[in-house]
C-alpha cells in the first residue's frame, strides 16, 4: 500500500524560501500524477501542484512563478517529491500535503480524485 510522509516545514520569513519533501514508499512517482495540496486556517483543503508522468506541471494561480514541483529517482524503493518554495507569503500559511492519483495523467486539483495522502507538514510564514 502506498506510503507518504512531508516533511520540511516550519517557520519562516516573508520573502524566504523552503522545500518541502514527501518520502513515497510503494509506488512510483514517475509513473502516475502526483500533487501537493494546502490547507490554511479556517479554509478549505486547495491544489497547489501538479506533476503527470511526461513531467507536466501545472500550479494554482497563487503560487505560479514562484513554487515548483518537482520529484527524485528511486532510492532503496523509494521516491521523493518536492516542493520548491520562494518569496514565501504569509497567505502560504498551512498545512501541506502530498497526494497520489492511480491514474497516470492529472486531471486537476479536485481533492476526491487523489487516492492516497500524507500527514502533512506545517508551513507557517511570518510577516
Known amino acids: 500500500q502506498v506510503r507518504l510522509a512531508e516533511s520540511g516545514g516550519r517557520t519562516v520569513q516573508a520573502g524566504g524560501s523552503l522545500r518541502l519533501s514527501c518520502t513515497v514508499s510503494?509506488?512510483?512517482?514517475?509513473?502516475?500524477?502526483m500533487a501537493w495540496f494546502r490547507q490554511g486556517p479556517g479554509k478549505e483543503r486547495e491544489g497547489v501542484a501538479t506533476i503527470d508522468i511526461d513531467g507536466r506541471t501545472t500550479y494554482a494561480d497563487s503560487v505560479k512563478d514562484r513554487f515548483i514541483i518537482a520529484r527524485d529517482n528511486e532510492e532503496n524503493e523509494e521516491y521523493t517529491l518536492y516542493l520548491n518554495m520562494t518569496r514565501l507569503e504569509p497567505e502560504d500559511t498551512g498545512m501541506y500535503y502530498c497526494?497520489?492519483?492511480?491514474?497516470?495523467?492529472?486531471?486537476?486539483?479536485?481533492?476526491?480524485?487523489?487516492?492516497?495522502w500524507g500527514q502533512g507538514t506545517q508551513v507557517t510564514v511570518s510577516s
Open positions: 510503494y509506488f512510483d512517482v514517475f509513473t502516475h500524477c
Open positions: 497526494a497520489s492519483d492511480l491514474r497516470r495523467f492529472c486531471y486537476g486539483m479536485n481533492v476526491d480524485v487523489f487516492d492516497s
